[in-house]
T-cell receptor, first 109, second 118 residues
Framework: RKEVEQDPGPFNVPEGATVAFNCTYS??????FFWYRQDCRKEPKLLMS???SGNEDGRFTAQLNRASQYISLLIRDSKLSDSATYLC??????????FGTGTSLTVIP | EAQVTQNPRYLITVTGKKLTVTCSQN?????MSWYRQDPGLGLRQIYY???????DKGDVPEGYKVSRKEKRNFPLILESPSPNQTSLYFC?????????????????FGPGTRLTVL
């Protein structure tokens, strides 16, 4: 069983749409949670950390549900520049990072 | 400029010919890590290092070696590459910050090395 699972998509949405991604994780002893963005097989870059209380950064909102073991990312008012693959990342106390396979988003004009 | 560099960026080699992919960071980070990325499997951790002379296996260490003799460098060694090691490889680094463990913090990735083993 994979540590972190994501729907690979692709998600094709029009500009201005709201889109949400979910990610589930298998180990309840997880420590930290992140969303990374990866463009066209380039290096992943941190989009945002995910905190227990939920957090927002402009058009992006991340939420954590420990009871159900999932995290989510909501993107409002999608821009063409949001087209990318979004990677869910979970860490445990063992100093390892576990990545999901990524969800592909294409924003269409 | 704060960065993680990898060399080479592209490499085509043949089965069994030893190779080394270098990784260097200029941010004085304690933690460094190697990943491979394959379609449908995502990024998988190969090895990681918490500090100089401290290395640990990740999820897919078979066929790879690493060393951490200096804080800034973390080379990945393939002693006898095989075609199933054809992949996109990323090096990353991270640091501890006040009140937060290394795994609570952002990882900074190098640009990637695309390796093909024939």
């Amino acid at each position: 069983r994979k540590e972190v699972e994501q729907d690979p998509g692709p998600f094709n949405v029009p500009e201005g749409a709201t889109v949400a991604f979910n990610c589930t994780y298998s180990n309840s002893a997880s420590q930290s949670f992140f969303w990374y963005r990866q463009d066209c097989r380039k290096e992943p870059k941190l989009l945002m950390s995910v905190y227990s209380s939920g957090n927002e950064d402009g058009r992006f909102t991340a939420q954590l549900n420990r009871a159900s073991q999932y995290i989510s990312l909501l993107i409002r008012d999608s821009k063409l520049s949001d087209s990318a693959t979004y990677l869910c990342v979970v860490t445990y106390t063992g100093n390892q990072f576990y990545f999901g396979t990524g969800t592909s988003l294409t924003v269409i004009p | 400029e704060a960065q993680v560099t990898q060399n080479p960026r592209y490499l085509i080699t043949v089965t069994g010919k030893k190779l080394t992919v270098t990784c260097s960071q200029n941010m004085n980070h304690e933690y460094m890590s190697w990943y491979r990325q394959d379609p449908g499997l995502g990024l998988r951790q190969i090895y990681y290092s918490m500090n100089v002379e401290v290395t640990d296996k990740g999820d897919v260490p078979e066929g790879y070696k690493v060393s951490r003799k200096e804080k800034r460098n973390f080379p990945l060694i393939l002693e006898s590459p095989s075609p199933n090691q054809t992949s996109l490889y990323f090096c990353a680094s991270s640091s501890r910050t006040s009140g937060r463990a290394i795994v609570d913090n952002e990882q900074f990735f190098g640009p990637g090395t695309r390796l093909t083993v024939l």
